[in-house]
């Protein structure tokens, strides 16, 4: 009854508009206050969240993907995967995929691959006689890819909170990712194959080819050193952000000259702006998790589950159900510093993998950027396409569908997911 009453009344902060943040923050002080709990748990909750070497990543990831996005990056790969792949069946939105796999992999950030991509693509797209809500869905889809395909912002947090391998879970990322974008684009390809509006492009000139891959090659050269770096141990993920970070600079100041000073100092305020927000989430999850925890409801929840729930699969299930049901209203980081807190004491119980997990989580949570009413993708494309909410959402709604098939697919076929991890 206690859980019911706590999630009640943080659901009805959130409701009634007090920031995230806030709202846990503020609710955890009011548990340790009613527990009869030394209040000064909070500060020491407070200072012990921020003070960490792994969250310095997330500040440097963000400010790298909105230099990126001031210097129009997203604009040269497109242009370049377009040339090689845009006279195939479906091949503006083949590239569209290509491309929001290809940024995801310098930026980290879901929103600033739908934007980037989505300002480029939606133009073409629509000119080229693809349905508007397809490319608004596919578009909003595509982003999702940014907090899957490492590096990842959501995950380095899913790290810090269950104590994780950050590049444990960023190569755990890599194959899921890459089985939804296939995903994706078989069924791009199949939509144009039967579309009536569908108009193919002609072949691209081996001069058009050249010239696009000679500008997008430094952004893909970027990405590789970021992965390859990661992956082969020759930097921490903390330590690759901020390669990313001087790497951006060059590239958009030295070799490709499209970013100047108002534009950094732009991309500095943004930056700022969402790495504030997100640290005084986890600031005030922090809090939360620390009074929950002090009034034993992880404890409480896994006796429960464990009590009544005896299989993994139904585990899996139950969870799976409760994040589509709050990601109607929640958006995704602010759910995961929620929920996970409560679910670590279960997942060490039922001895789930828990980089398999946050795999898992990360999917469903992408399930919530795109649902309405507070999928941010969502917003983020109706702004770019000048839409109603409801297109876009009609446009999402094949892709939500791929995304709970590739839960299905991971949770029977685990190597998916954890056969690079095992190799390192």
């Not at 491309?99 to 073409?124: M, R």
């Not at 100041?253 to 100092?265: K, N, P, Q």
Request: proline share 4%; glycine share 10%.
């Amino acid at each position: 009854m206690t859980v019911f009453l706590i999630l009640i009344a943080l659901f009805v902060l959130l409701l009634v508009g007090v920031p995230v943040a806030f709202a846990l923050g503020g609710l955890g002080v009011g548990l340790l206050l009613i527990g009869d709990f030394a209040p000064r748990i909070a500060a020491t909750a407070l200072l012990s969240s921020l003070d960490s070497f792994i969250l310095i990543a997330v500040p440097l990831f963000l400010l790298m993907s909105n230099i990126l996005l001031r210097g129009g990056v997203g604009r040269d790969l497109f242009a370049a995967v377009q040339a090689w792949v845009g006279h195939w069946p479906g091949g503006l939105a083949v590239a569209t995929v290509i491309s929001c796999g290809l940024f995801s992999a310098i930026s980290g950030s879901s929103v600033a691959t739908a934007g980037t991509i989505g300002s480029v693509a939606i133009p073409e797209m629509t000119k080229r006689g693809y349905p508007r809500s397809f490319v608004f869905g596919l578009l909003a889809a595509g982003g999702t890819l940014g907090i899957l395909i490492p590096p990842s912002i959501i995950l380095i947090v899913y790290g810090v909170i269950t104590e994780s391998s950050i590049l444990s879970l960023f190569m755990a990322g890599i194959g899921p990712g890459l089985l939804l974008m296939t995903l994706f684009i078989g069924y791009s390809m199949l939509y144009a194959r039967f579309s009536s509006k569908y108009r193919p492009m002609p072949k691209a000139t081996w001069a058009e080819r050249r010239s696009t891959g000679v500008r997008a090659m430094p952004t893909m050269a970027l990405a590789a050193l970021i992965i390859a770096g990661i992956y082969a141990g020759w930097f921490t993920p903390t330590e690759a952000s901020a390669i990313g970070f001087l790497g951006a600079l060059i590239l958009t100041f030295v070799v490709l000259r499209s970013l100047d000073f108002a534009g950094l100092r732009q991309a500095v305020m943004d930056g700022m702006r969402a790495s504030a927000a997100i640290l005084l989430i986890v600031a005030g999850a922090k809090i939360f998790g620390k009074a929950i925890a002090l009034w034993r409801i992880p404890q409480d929840v896994s006796t429960f589950i464990t009590t009544n729930i005896d299989t993994i699969g139904f585990f899996i299930i139950a969870v799976g159900i409760a994040l589509l049901i709050m990601g109607l209203f929640m958006e995704a980081l602010s759910m995961m510093l929620i929920m996970m807190p409560v679910l670590a004491g279960t997942v060490m119980t039922l001895e789930i993998d828990t980089i398999w997990f946050g795999i898992f989580f990360v999917l469903m949570v992408e399930c919530a950027l795109i649902t309405p009413p507070v999928g941010l993708n969502l917003y983020v494309i109706q702004a770019i396409g000048r839409a109603t909410l409801g297109e876009v959402s009609r446009g999402a709604a094949p892709f939500v569908a791929m995304m709970l098939l590739t839960v299905f697919i991971i949770y029977w076929i685990e190597d998916i997911v954890l056969w690079l991890p095992r190799l390192m």
